[in-house]
């Protein structure tokens, strides 16, 4: 489960973004019983946010981030920055010897043994400059170093500055030294280092070779990253977007007789479907009920948009109930209509699992404090003039309280901001 988030320059978002899952310290939670998980180690824990903001205002920037860091771990490719994804006020120049701008991801975790790991990056153009992991059993307890990583020293030199001064084709040598620290360092991750460095090529993360030595804790916690965490963005519609992926993983999902239920609260009618295992997400058939017992079937590509979405989505909600997952869905109740939507979340919130649910929209019927505490309701806004993204929590709002029943009025007439900019 994803306790805090924290990420700063990039995309649209240039300033640090915190985002936390952890559930209020105060009695109002107790209004909310279903709303958050409490753990053995002494924390309450969030099992669903929504995310609300305005057209391009960086909502799916957000989830992007999250697939963007989690890239690092699931490709083996060395780890730098990418000019493509820094915010476009510190990207100036693509050189590494002229631009410094750099990007940090921390991210907080608990995991099902009852421990909690705490990860840092800090990359720019030139690869990794900082990386550091820890753990701890106890909440109250200070996190113990497993390692550290910084670079020490750099040095870059261009064979052919002239000719790629206005190119994106790089031509840099570039040599660092780093400096490894940690009570459980090994002696072959440092020789790994010291021999990559010396090439010019960027390094892997250290966690990855940490983990490839048999370290338990970053075995753990890069499965948990590469595994655990969904960040599911949508860039084309999803039902067709599954449907090209076409994953074992999903086929076993839809032959669960408890994805059933899921799926049919979109339309009660639906009593049952046959999985096609070549294309599940077009060829699938649906079975439904007439209200005089007379049964029909027909093929998911031809029933309506909403249904095959969600037909898709339904995996995703699965994966969080039954399977512990974390899935950051973008947008995923923009063909739902809102009583499917709270449906969908008072399902969640309804099980108990270690699972969680975060998700954006533009659905301001979700501002409503009878279904969520102010810690589960963020805002997205975009600056009119520079154009960079700002995340921040209900709760950062003291002068709206429980007793308020509208907090859309209020989103409507830009007093919460995460409305369109003119």
């Given at each position: 489960?994803?306790?805090?988030?924290?990420?700063?320059?990039?995309?649209?978002?240039?300033?640090?973004?915190?985002?936390?899952?952890?559930?209020?310290?105060?009695?109002?939670?107790?209004?909310?019983?279903?709303?958050?998980?409490?753990?053995?180690?002494?924390?309450?824990?969030?099992?669903?946010?929504?995310?609300?903001?305005?057209?391009?205002?960086?909502?799916?920037?957000?989830?992007?981030?999250?697939?963007?860091l989690q890239s690092f771990f699931v490709k083996t490719e060395p780890v730098k920055a990418y000019r493509g994804v820094i915010n476009t006020n510190s990207d100036q120049d693509f050189c590494p010897k002229k631009n410094k701008a750099s990007q940090s991801f921390e991210i907080e975790i608990f995991m099902e043994e009852n421990i909690l790991y705490l990860y840092r990056l800090e990359i720019d153009f030139v690869g990794i400059a900082k990386e550091a992991f820890y753990y701890k059993d106890r909440v109250k307890s200070r996190y113990k170093k497993i390692f550290s990583m910084e670079r020490d020293n750099c040095t870059i030199e261009c064979r052919e500055e002239e000719v790629c001064k206005?190119?994106?084709?790089?031509?840099?040598?570039?040599?660092?030294?780093?400096?490894?620290?940690?009570?459980?360092?090994?002696?072959?991750?440092?020789?790994?280092?010291?021999?990559?460095?010396?090439?010019?090529?960027?390094?892997?993360?250290?966690?990855?070779?940490?983990?490839?030595?048999?370290?338990?804790?970053?075995?753990?916690?890069?499965?948990?990253?590469?595994?655990?965490?969904?960040?599911?963005?949508?860039?084309?519609?999803?039902?067709?977007?599954?449907?090209?992926?076409?994953?074992?993983?999903?086929?076993?999902?839809?032959?669960?007789?408890?994805?059933?239920?899921?799926?049919?609260?979109?339309?009660?009618?639906?009593?049952?479907?046959?999985?096609?295992?070549?294309?599940?997400?077009?060829?699938?058939?649906?079975?439904?009920?007439?209200?005089?017992?007379?049964?029909?079937?027909?093929?998911?590509?031809?029933?309506?948009?909403?249904?095959?979405?969600?037909?898709?989505?339904?995996?995703?909600?699965?994966?969080?109930?039954?399977?512990?997952?974390?899935?950051?869905?973008?947008?995923?109740?923009?063909?739902?209509?809102?009583?499917?939507?709270?449906?969908?979340?008072?399902?969640?919130?309804?099980?108990?699992?270690?699972?969680?649910?975060?998700?954006?929209?533009?659905?301001?019927?979700?501002?409503?404090?009878?279904?969520?505490?102010?810690?589960?309701?963020?805002?997205?806004?975009?600056?009119?003039?520079?154009?960079?993204?700002?995340?921040?929590?209900?709760?950062?709002?003291?002068?709206?309280?429980?007793?308020?029943?509208?907090?859309?009025?209020?989103?409507?007439?830009?007093?919460?901001?995460?409305?369109?900019?003119?």
């Open positions: 489960m994803i306790l805090n988030y924290k990420f700063e320059n990039f995309m649209s978002f240039r300033e640090n973004v915190e985002f936390s899952m952890l559930a209020p310290k105060t009695k109002v939670k107790n209004r909310f019983p279903n709303n958050y998980t409490t753990l053995d180690v002494g924390i309450d824990v969030l099992k669903t946010a929504v995310v609300v903001g305005e057209n391009a205002g960086g909502k799916s920037n957000f989830v992007r981030s999250l697939s963007y206005n190119s994106h084709n790089c031509h840099a040598r570039v040599k660092v030294a780093q400096l490894l620290s940690g009570p459980e360092s090994e002696s072959k991750i440092g020789e790994s280092l010291e021999k990559s460095s010396n090439k010019e090529k960027m390094l892997g993360l250290t966690i990855i070779k940490y983990a490839l030595l048999g370290n338990e804790h970053a075995i753990a916690f890069t499965d948990w990253i590469k595994n655990d965490l969904c960040p599911k963005t949508n860039i084309i519609n999803y039902d067709i977007y599954k449907s090209m992926k076409n994953e074992e993983e999903d086929l076993q999902i839809l032959c669960d007789a408890r994805y059933l239920d899921i799926f049919r609260m979109i339309d009660y009618s639906i009593i049952d479907f046959k999985v096609d295992e070549e294309k599940p997400f077009s060829k699938t058939m649906i079975v439904r009920q007439k209200r005089d017992g007379s049964t029909f079937a027909r093929e998911l590509a031809k029933d309506s948009s909403g249904v095959r979405e969600f037909f898709a989505w339904a995996v995703q909600i699965f994966k969080v109930v039954y399977e512990n997952k974390t899935v950051f869905a973008d947008e995923m109740d923009r063909v739902l209509n809102p009583v499917l939507a709270d449906r969908v979340i008072s399902f969640i919130c309804g099980k108990k699992h270690l699972g969680q649910f975060i998700f954006t929209t533009h659905n301001v019927l979700h501002l409503d404090l009878k279904n969520y505490m102010k810690e589960q309701i963020y805002f997205i806004t975009k600056d009119i003039e520079t154009l960079e993204s700002e995340l921040y929590s209900l709760a950062d709002f003291p002068e709206i309280r429980y007793e308020t029943t509208k907090i859309y009025e209020f989103y409507m007439k830009g007093i919460l901001g995460g409305t369109a900019i003119e």
